[in-house]
């Protein structure tokens, strides 16, 4: 029986994710897994937050000491960080983490899961707190 989630490649296409595998020194199923959440998680373009606006839900994450505020909106379950490290509008949470990462922490891997990585303001309990409520 037949791989279900095999994804049938060209020669071509199969050369590159090899080779891209082979210098991320992973398999290539990690490779296009890597690029999926790339492209996932990549900044949308920066929707800044009317003055005054309250919506969406005040998060915020510390990482090596800094604090860094976001704000999570639950209908397109995306996050914005206003500003500093990580600033601008990301579609997912776990975007947003690496953006903050990456900012701060240049060669490390930043991939994170951004459910956990986040923390409800008022809560202090993780974001994955209002999914789960979802």
């Known amino acids: 029986m037949p791989d279900p989630y095999a994804v049938p490649l060209d020669r071509t296409t199969h050369t590159k994710l090899t080779l891209l595998a082979d210098a991320w ?5 990690e490779a296009v897994g890597r690029l999926i959440e790339h492209f996932w998680d ?3 373009a920066p929707v800044p937050p009317a003055p ?8 915020h994450a510390l990482y090596e000491g800094r604090r860094i505020n976001g704000r999570f909106d639950p209908v397109s379950r995306s996050l914005t960080i206003p500003e500093g490290p990580g600033a601008g509008h990301h579609r997912t949470p776990s ?4 953006a903050v990462l990456h900012a701060l922490k240049p060669g490390i ?4 899961n951004g459910w956990s ?3 409800v303001d008022t809560t202090g309990d993780p974001l994955q707190s ?3 409520s979802d």
């Open 25 to 29: 020194k992973t398999s290539p199923s």
């Open 42 to 44: 990549s900044p949308a």
């Open 52 to 59: 005054g606006s309250d919506d969406g839900v005040a998060v």
């Open 95 to 98: 975007g947003a983490a690496s």
């Open 109 to 112: 891997r930043t991939n994170r």
């Open 117 to 119: 990585f986040w923390t």
């Open 130 to 132: 209002i999914r789960a």
